[in-house]
T-cell receptor, first 110, second 114 residues
Framework: AQRVTQPEKLLSVFKGAPVELKCNYS??????LFWYVQYSRQRLQLLLR??SRESIKGFTADLNKGETSFHLKKPFAQEEDSAMYYC????????????FGKGTMLLVSP | KAGVTQTPRYLIKTRGQQVTLSCSPI?????VSWYQQTPGQGLQFLFE???????NKGNFPGRFSGRQFSNSRSEMNVSTLELGDSALYLC?????????????FGEGSWLTVV
């Protein structure tokens, strides 16, 4: 069975501090990993996907197959980063089925 | 182009009633999937449709059903509503091929069962 774990429900940091949102997964194979973000009163939107290996809004995430992790990082948090962040996995069957973690609320204070 | 559109946005139903939610995918997208979002369980996959066929199903009771039309629009239905069905129901669409396609979400339909 596939599973995504986000151990922190809430992460509170000050503006300018580094941020790391943790995500661990369980899957017998090579899945696709994603980070989705949901800003207040907005729809869920894709932030990053591991196959793209790109940086969006200063965020990066590296897939570590040995540790089965896909942690989201940003060196200097901004107030506008405050949102709910979800880590998600898509299995080998592909299609459009995502398994989500429970999410981490990031609060960035001035 | 227009994003994923869901209607209605908000609705209140009574226990025992049924409800139908509608989703219009992004133009050209052939895959539509549905998710239930609750504070306790988070985002849970309900089912996915591609070219009018259900090709994947989550672990929900048979009261939850769906369908997809030839224009890729989709509906989901919940019969005999229970209080625990109160949730945000999200629709998502993608091109539908295997790995690599971005999945886009709608704003959701807020269902309250009283």
């Amino acid at each position: 069975a596939q599973r995504v774990t986000q151990p922190e429900k809430l992460l509170s940091v000050f503006k300018g501090a580094p941020v790391e949102l943790k995500c661990n997964y369980s899957y017998s194979g090579s899945p696709e990993l994603f980070w989705y973000v949901q800003y207040s009163r907005q729809r869920l939107q894709l932030l990053l996907r591991h196959i793209s290996r790109e940086s969006i809004k200063g965020f990066t995430a590296d897939l570590n197959k040995g540790e089965t992790s896909f942690h989201l990082k940003k060196p200097f948090a901004q107030e506008e980063d405050s949102a709910m962040y979800y880590c998600a996995l898509r299995g080998l069957s592909g299609y459009s089925t995502l398994t989500f973690g429970k999410g981490t609320m990031l609060l960035v204070s001035p | 182009k227009a994003g994923v559109t869901q209607t209605p946005r908000y609705l209140i139903k009574t226990r025992g009633q049924q409800v139908t939610l509608s989703c219009s995918p992004i133009s050209g997208h052939r895959s539509v999937s549905w998710y239930q979002q609750t504070p306790g369980q988070g985002l849970q996959f309900l089912f996915e449709y591609f070219s009018e066929t259900q090709r994947n199903k989550g672990n929900f009771p048979g009261r939850f059903s769906g369908r997809q039309f030839s224009n890729s629009r989709s509906e989901m239905n919940v019969s005999t509503l229970e209080l625990g069905d109160s949730a945000l129901y999200l629709c998502a669409s993608s091109l539908g091929g295997q790995n690599g396609n971005t999945i886009y979400f709608g704003e959701g339909s807020w269902l309250t069962v009283v």
